[in-house]
């Protein structure tokens, strides 16, 4: 009687397991575990990926955009910082271009200038040749007046003019008054003499003419 009690108390246990597990809800550990590096104990991790987010989804919409919005600010900040390199390289091309017209232009205008000043020389040089070889006082003179009129030339092909002094009214702005002559009162402020001559260059004047200014009786009277 024990024995069949026995072999009938089996399969109701078996029964009993098998009502369990029907009943029962199945979890499945996926944390791994890990023995430390001594060997002495072990370390349990999560697996990555299981947990769930917590953040709505709005939210995560919401970094989404944030991130491209991010992203696309570092490109323009890219784009701009190549773009001004690049107007910066051709601005300092364009510098250099220009410096270097300008300097040919200047050394042109002097190499005219030089060329334009060698007939002087030439006249100068003629002139004391036939000195030197005995000429008369007249040839000399023909020679000094061929020299200043082609100094001069050289000067005006250069844009430089002379300043108009006698008898002219005197200018401070262009004259500069060495001394002065008593004249009669129609003539106070005249320029009745000119020591050295002076010069402009377009509007700049390039040196002012030394000159004497007449003065009547009552005008220096009255200045005394």
Known sequence: MNKRDGEEAEPRAGGDEAAREEGSVRVSDRRRVRLDDAGEGVRVE????DAPS???????ELE??????????????AR???VRAQLQRETDETRQRLNRAAKERLTREKAGFVASLLPVV???RRAIDAAQEGGGGESLLDGL?????????????????PVAAVGEQFDPELHEAVDTVEVEPGR??????????????????VRPARVQVGRSRGAQAAAE
């Open 46 to 49: 999560a697996e990555a990926g």
């Open 54 to 60: 917590l953040k709505p989804k709005y939210v995560e």
């Open 64 to 77: 989404a955009r944030t991130r491209a919005a991010e992203q696309k600010a570092l490109d323009v900040q």
């Open 80 to 82: 701009f910082e190549q």
């Open 122 to 124: 030439d006249n100068l």
């Open 145 to 161: 007046r061929g020299t200043l009129s082609g100094f001069e030339g050289a000067l005006s092909n250069a844009g430089v003019e």
């Open 188 to 205: 106070d402020g005249e320029i009745t003499a000119e020591y050295s001559r002076g010069y402009r260059l377009g509007d700049q004047l």
